[in-house]
């Protein structure tokens, strides 16, 4: 019998666990020559702000042992570029859209929700609180559980779609962060987003980003993402999307056993552009091998075992 792939992830349906890290991604159709975008279960587009950005000035990536350390700034062509052209695109393909959105204020939130209801096409709002690249709003309101509480209940009370709050890595009790979206109203969590790195040029004695700090994303944030995700899910009753490292199907069912309900795949895509792909094959094959009919039944199982 085939196994069932199918997750809930806070009212948004997908036919399997796998989207796409917002920022990795683009809007879609810069992938689209690479894979079957209805294959997905999900295409998590590029952050959304109200007005375009033009993002940070270059240098803005620096390639690291196990991952890459970017400061783009949320560049994006802005919310009505989103209604007026990726949307038109996206609504050519069978796949849910997350739509991934970033403000400098609690109005803002509340006005890109506003400005997204009813637009056709779109399946949730993915709400970052937690770019590390921006100097206004951003990181600010996901490193305090009040803020975030705060911006999460705004989305709400603007959008009918589930609503998934992105949580940032650079805090000291990820919990805590997880129960104030919760208490916010959040359908669901994804996380992590980038942790705050910088590296230095040596010969010209001076940071090699120009804004000085980036996210680092890649391998080396997988153990801390497995971490997050292990704490959150059983602290909390809301579905999680996984993310941070993913590199190939194995990383992806070890953060489902950790709790992650989907995934999503992120810096992996800028080596290898149909990873999605081979990870949404690779997690039902492991299922097939393992004797497991429905990829739910695998969630948490590493500290269900553990308690049971
Ligand atoms: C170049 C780049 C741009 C990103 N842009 C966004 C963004 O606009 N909004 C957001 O919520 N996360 C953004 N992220 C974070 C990713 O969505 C993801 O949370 C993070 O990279 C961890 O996953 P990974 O290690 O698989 O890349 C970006 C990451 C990278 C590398």
Known sequence: MAVSLKVNIGGLEMQNPVTTCSGTFGFGPEYAPFMDL????????KGTTLEPR???????????PAGILNSVGLENPGVDSLITTTMPYLRNFQVPVIVNIAGNSLEDYQELAARLEGVPGIS????NISCPNVKKGGMAFGTDPCAAQDVISGVKKNTSLPVIAKLSPNVTDIVAMAQAAQAGGADALSLINTLLGMAIDIEQRKPILANIMGGLSGPAVKPVAVRMIW??????????????????????VEMILAGATGVAVGTVNFIN?????????????????????????IVGLAWKRQQG
């Open 38 to 45: 209805n294959r997905l279960g999900a295409i998590t587009v």
């Open 54 to 64: 033009p993002g940070n000035a270059p240098p803005r990536l620096v390639e690291t």
């Open 124 to 127: 949730a709002l993915e709400v």
């Open 231 to 252: 704490q959150v899910s059983q602290a909390v009753s809301l579905p999680i999307i996984g993310m941070g490292g993913i590199t190939n199907w194995q990383d992806a």
């Open 273 to 297: 552009p149909r990873a999605a792909i081979e990870i949404i094959q690779g997690i039902e094959g492991y299922l097939e091998q393992h004797g497991y009919q429905d990829v739910n039944e």
